[in-house]
């Protein structure tokens, strides 16, 4: 994701996002933690660990049952019908 997409998706200016990323010590406040959070499917306690204890998969994961609960029921349906083609015949 470049900067600029990330920063009209996160609602903030690009200049801001490059002293985050940039600064020695950035401070951002706990409304832009959530809209980053948000934009990259992470809950907002991602940021505070030091030493990423869950491996990146686990976040995908969470992310996208984050955004299956988001889904209408009936795409809801169809998504664990296309999952269940996937399991394997035992």
């Given at each position: 994701?470049?900067?600029?997409?990330?920063?009209?998706?996160?609602?903030?200016?690009?200049?801001?996002?490059?002293?985050?990323?940039?600064?020695?010590?950035?401070?951002?406040?706990?409304?832009?933690?959530?809209?980053?959070?948000?934009?990259?499917?992470?809950?907002?306690?991602?940021?505070?660990?030091?030493?990423?204890t869950e491996p990146q998969e686990q976040h995908l994961?969470?992310?996208?049952?984050?955004?299956?609960?988001?889904?209408?029921?009936?795409?809801?349906?169809?998504?664990?019908?296309?999952?269940?083609?996937?399991?394997?015949?035992?």
């Open positions: 994701m470049t900067l600029d997409k990330l920063a009209t998706a996160a609602g903030m200016s690009k200049s801001y996002l490059w002293e985050l990323e940039n600064r020695e010590s950035p401070r951002p406040s706990a409304e832009k933690l959530a809209a980053l959070a948000a934009v990259f499917g992470v809950p907002t306690d991602y940021f505070f660990v030091e030493d990423v994961d969470n992310g996208f049952y984050r955004d299956y609960l988001q889904l209408e029921p009936t795409d809801k349906e169809q998504l664990r019908r296309i999952l269940r083609t996937f399991k394997k015949s035992e």
